[in-house]
Nanobody, 125 residues
Framework: QVQVVESGGGSVQAGGSLRLSCRVSGYDPIYNYMAWFRQAPGKEREGVAL????????QYANSVKGRFTISQDSAKNIVYLQMHDLKPEDTAIYYCAADRRAGGPWTELREWRQWGQGTQVTVSS
C-alpha cells in the first residue's frame, strides 16, 4: 500500500525560505515520477514541480521557476521542495503526488493515483 506524507510547512515572511518533504512508502520514487501541487483558498489545485525517475529532469510552473527546486533522496525515499524568495501568493496547502498514470500532462490531477494529506504554507507580507 502506497503512503504519501508531507511535512515542513509553516509560516514565514515574504522573502523567506521553507523546505517541504514528502516521504513515500510502498513505492520507490527513484523509479517513478513525483510531483508537488498546491491549492490556495478559493482556487483549483495546480501543479508546482515535477521530478522524473532517477532525478533525470524536472519541470516547474512558471510562477515558481528560479525560486523552487524539487529534488529527491533515493536512500530515504523522500522528495523535497526547496522554496526560496517566498511571496504571499505562494500561500497554499502543498500536496505531494505519486504513482503517475501514463500519457497525460503531469499537471492534470487525474494523472496521479496517490496523494498526501497536504501541508500548509503561509507567507505574510
Amino acid at each position: 500500500q502506497v503512503q504519501v506524507v508531507e511535512s515542513g510547512g509553516g509560516s514565514v515572511q515574504a522573502g523567506g525560505s521553507l523546505r517541504l518533504s514528502c516521504r513515500v512508502s510502498g513505492y520507490d520514487p527513484i523509479y517513478n515520477y513525483m510531483a508537488w501541487f498546491r491549492q490556495a483558498p478559493g482556487k483549483e489545485r495546480e501543479g508546482v514541480a515535477l521530478i522524473a525517475p532517477g532525478g533525470e529532469g524536472t519541470q516547474y510552473a512558471n510562477s515558481v521557476k528560479g525560486r523552487f527546486t524539487i529534488s529527491q533522496d533515493s536512500a530515504k525515499n523522500i522528495v523535497y521542495l526547496q522554496m526560496h524568495d517566498l511571496k504571499p501568493e505562494d500561500t497554499a496547502i502543498y500536496y505531494c503526488a505519486a504513482d503517475r498514470r501514463a500519457g497525460g500532462p503531469w499537471t492534470e490531477l487525474r494523472e496521479w493515483r496517490q496523494w498526501g494529506q497536504g501541508t500548509q504554507v503561509t507567507v505574510s507580507s
